[in-house]
């Protein structure tokens, strides 16, 4: 819960340069990365599953995911575990961040949308940009940037078989 209703809390983390955000209320726990169990023929940035508390949860690597180049893992590299609402249903998964750094909270005045470059591109999975110490911080929007294949995903989860 918020102190204020005019700002909320997330999640901040590094991809390379890149400092990213997700809402707190979304990140159920955020652990040391650890090899996941690979899982044959899912999509590029699914790297496996990872044991969280007896679940299987489907681990992303979310640089592959937005088409950065994939990363060497350091000592600072974490899996943020997420529960992203998805229709009806909620997704876990954890998403490989580079490092994680704090929570904050933003003021709903201070997050811009995505900005516009005047051509297509994929920014549907940015909730807000925000200005901060001399950079930006990107806000995700979880479900936008899972929906599309958030069914294959929960079925990996559930441990059901793709059918081709």
């Known amino acids: 819960m918020s102190r204020n209703a005019s700002e909320s809390q997330f999640v901040t983390f590094s991809l390379g340069e890149e400092v990213f955000a997700v809402p707190v209320e979304a990140v159920r726990e955020i652990l040391d990365y650890e090899e996941p169990f ?25 640089r592959l995911k937005l088409d950065m180049p994939k990363a060497m893992r350091t000592p600072h590299t974490r899996i943020l575990v997420l529960d992203i609402p998805l229709g009806n249903k909620v997704l876990a998964l954890g998403l490989v961040a580079d490092k994680v750094f704090e929570v904050t909270p933003f003021r709903h005045d201070s997050i811009e949308g995505a900005p516009d470059i005047g051509v297509r591109w994929r920014s549907d999975y940015i ?25 294959a995903l929960a079925s990996v989860a559930g441990g059901a078989q793709a059918v081709a």
């Open 38 to 62: 690979k899982i044959p023929h899912g999509p590029h940035y699914l790297l496996g599953l990872r044991d969280v508390r007896g679940q299987g949860v489907p681990v992303i690597d979310l």
């Open 127 to 151: 909730q807000g940009v925000v200005r901060r110490e001399g950079g930006f911080v990107v806000i995700i929007d979880l479900a936008r940037l899972f929906s599309d294949s958030g069914s």
